[in-house]
């Protein structure tokens, strides 16, 4: 077990996104658009759009799904779909690979940081309960 793996799963660990499914996800397409338009998670993007605004190739997003930095959700037809959150996460690893960094190794970094994020705002919030 690696050190990435000791931390409690959470909302925002890319490697430990469980809470909901495609099927959820794509069941939220019921919803308002203004819901789905705030949820920076909905997977609204899909393959070639996402590689596009990140200026990268699809084969990139699909080495970054082998590496389980993100897991983009399928449609039914079995497409990629990513979220806003995953561009994000995908962009921060080409800035982190464009610079020299080997990718194994800005995927961990990636996950690193944002687990500190998650444990920050978590600890932000029981601050603002006492």
Known sequence: MDQTD???PSR?????????????????????????????????????????????????????????LIEPLRSEGGHRRFSRYQLRLAARARELVDAGTALEAACRIIILEDQLAEALRINEELRQRD
């Open 12 to 68: 925002r660990n890319p490697r430990h996104r469980t809470e909901d499914t495609a099927a959820d996800k794509l069941a939220a397409a019921s919803g308002s658009p203004e819901q789905r338009l705030d949820d920076e998670d909905y997977p609204a993007y899909s393959m070639g759009r996402a590689a596009e605004i990140l200026g990268v190739t699809p084969a990139f997003l699909r080495t970054l799904g082998a590496a389980k």
């Open 6 to 8: 000791q931390v409690s």
